[in-house]
């Protein structure tokens, strides 16, 4: 596992983590304005829901993991319900990757931007996204970027936007509501079938899907020979290449899935 703020000084909003059995990897969403309506502020938020999965995964491991990500959600948001405003749009979320083995199944869940890549022993690595918040996003980049930085037109677009997370239509993340677990996307594959599976979030999954650095085999090469750390290193090389403002990234690296 590596894991880096996107500033030296920043606080983490990402979290990693791994049992015998499973790994989860949670991205912190945060909005500004958030700590008016939640004063625990969004990497709280992350590393209470990611360490709440690890604690639940080897106790359910007859559940789902859409199920377990439900009453992640449901806990911790019962954990500050009572002091902030847990249901208002711009209140902490976080996107999810999960990983476990059972039954000799390599089970998977992405809700949001996220990444989950499973590295098949013949074949092409299955790529694990979450499109629908980059497309909805899209859709609204050519009227916020005609608007004034500030304004109120542009205050508007925001709010347009985000008037689709975790709505029929929309794109989902782990806020409040445990049902956007049900939104979330899932499957499993024989663990014999795999030679590993590697957990990315975003600012790390920019290495393919933002800058081009490689493809997946490419990121699967690199791990195998260099390890995590050299894909942030590459990450951050790029956003300082491209003046692209950097993001926290993490990457936790499972091999040797089907041994003991």
């Known amino acids: 596992m590596t894991s880096a703020p996107a500033r030296t000084g920043r606080v983490n909003e990402d979290f990693t983590g791994a049992t015998a059995s499973a790994a989860v990897l949670i991205d912190g969403a945060g909005i500004p304005g958030a700590e008016s309506v939640c004063g625990h502020g969004v990497a709280w938020y992350a590393h209470r829901l990611g360490g709440c999965l690890l604690g639940l995964l080897p106790l359910r491991d007859d559940r789902s993991l859409a199920a377990v990500l439900a009453e992640a959600i449901t ?10 405003d847990v249901a208002d749009p711009i209140s902490p979320s976080a996107t999810v990757a999960m990983l476990r083995i059972s ?24 790529v694990v996204t979450d499109p629908r918040e980059v497309v909805i996003s899209r859709s609204y980049q050519p009227a916020y970027e005609a608007t004034a930085a500030g304004s109120d037109e542009r205050r508007q677009v925001l709010r347009e936007l985000r008037a689709h997370r975790n709505a029929p239509g929309g ?8 049902r956007a677990a049900d939104e979330a996307l899932t499957g499993s594959r024989p663990v014999l079938e795999l ?8 600012g ?17 090469a690199v791990l195998a020979s260099q390890g995590p750390a050299e894909i942030i290193r590459q990450v951050r090389q790029a956003e300082g290449r491209d003046a692209v403002t950097a993001d926290d990234a993490t990457i936790t690296w499972c091999t040797d899935l089907g041994e003991d």
């Open 75 to 84: 806990q911790v948001t019962g954990e500050h319900r009572d002091t902030c």
């Open 103 to 126: 039954g000799g199944l390599a089970e998977y869940l992405v809700l949001g931007d996220t990444v989950v890549v499973l590295d098949m022993s013949d074949g092409a690595p299955l």
């Open 171 to 178: 794109f989902w993340l782990a806020k409040d509501d445990p």
């Open 195 to 202: 030679s590993g599976a590697v957990l990315l979030s975003n």
């Open 204 to 220: 790390a999954g920019r290495f393919v899907d933002r800058f081009g650095l490689a493809d997946w085999p490419g990121v699967l």
